[in-house]
């Protein structure tokens, strides 16, 4: 156990759709990232926050956005959900330079 | 070509065996260089993670960096069956978890 939670766990969907992904970051843990794993893509970094602010974007989508609460857990809001949005939906966390820890992820399906 | 090249694979080893795992890299302003092991439908395990060039060893996994040749190497001791996975090497620039370039893993079964 990572020590990284991600709810939910799966999440099937239609298009046009909007849903949010939660992660819970490590105890301590200031920085929170988003990573997508798609089969013909790999992970893929998408945003990254720090203790609630927004430190480096990778390649995410306009119709993606992210947030950090001051309690330090994290929201993954995905609108006007696509078919090819369908994917593993990672959250990491690490204090700063040190290792980041993936939770199990959120399985999103669009259908 | 992408930025981190790694064999998908799959790779099949008899138990016991000695499994050597590697990623090529373009990007010499890597520094942080990591493995993750992944399970099927499992979030990414870290088992590695090295900043400079030479070895760092941990119970049955060594990790090899060499910037020289942009080149890192995961080796498995006494390979298990339960260390059939997939392993994803994955680099930065800036340490953490920020922006980690991941190879596309490489599929790794290890039978009895």
């Known amino acids: 156990d990572s020590g990284v939670t991600q709810t939910p766990k799966h999440l099937i969907t239609a298009t046009g759709q909007r849903v949010t992904l939660r992660c819970s970051p490590r105890?301590?843990?200031?920085?929170v990232y988003w990573y997508q794993q798609s089969l013909d893509q790999g992970l893929q970094f998408l945003i990254q926050y720090y203790n609630g602010e927004e430190r480096a974007k990778g390649n995410i989508l306009e119709r993606f956005s992210a947030q950090q609460f001051p309690d330090l857990h994290s929201e993954l809001n995905l609108s006007s959900l696509e078919l090819g949005d369908s994917a593993l939906y990672f959250c990491?966390?690490?204090?700063?330079?040190?290792?980041?820890?993936f939770g199990q992820g959120t399985r999103l399906t669009v259908v | 070509q992408k930025e981190v090249e790694q064999d998908p694979g799959p790779l099949s080893v008899p138990e016991g065996a000695i499994v050597s795992l590697n990623c090529t890299y373009s990007n010499s302003a890597f520094q942080y260089f990591m493995w993750y092991r992944q399970y099927s439908r499992k979030g990414p395990e870290l088992l590695m993670y090295t900043y400079s060039s030479g070895n760092k060893e941990d119970g049955r996994f060594t990790a090899q960096v060499d910037k020289s040749s942009k080149y890192i190497s995961l080796f498995i001791r006494d390979s298990q069956p339960s260390d059939s996975a997939t392993y994803l090497c994955?680099?930065?620039?800036?340490?953490?978890?920020?922006?980690?370039?991941f190879g596309t893993g490489t599929q790794l079964k290890v039978e009895l």
């Open positions: 105890s301590g843990d200031l920085s």
């Open positions: 990491a966390s690490s204090v700063v330079t040190d290792e980041a820890f």
């Open positions: 994955a680099m930065s620039v800036a340490g953490g978890g920020n922006k980690l370039t």
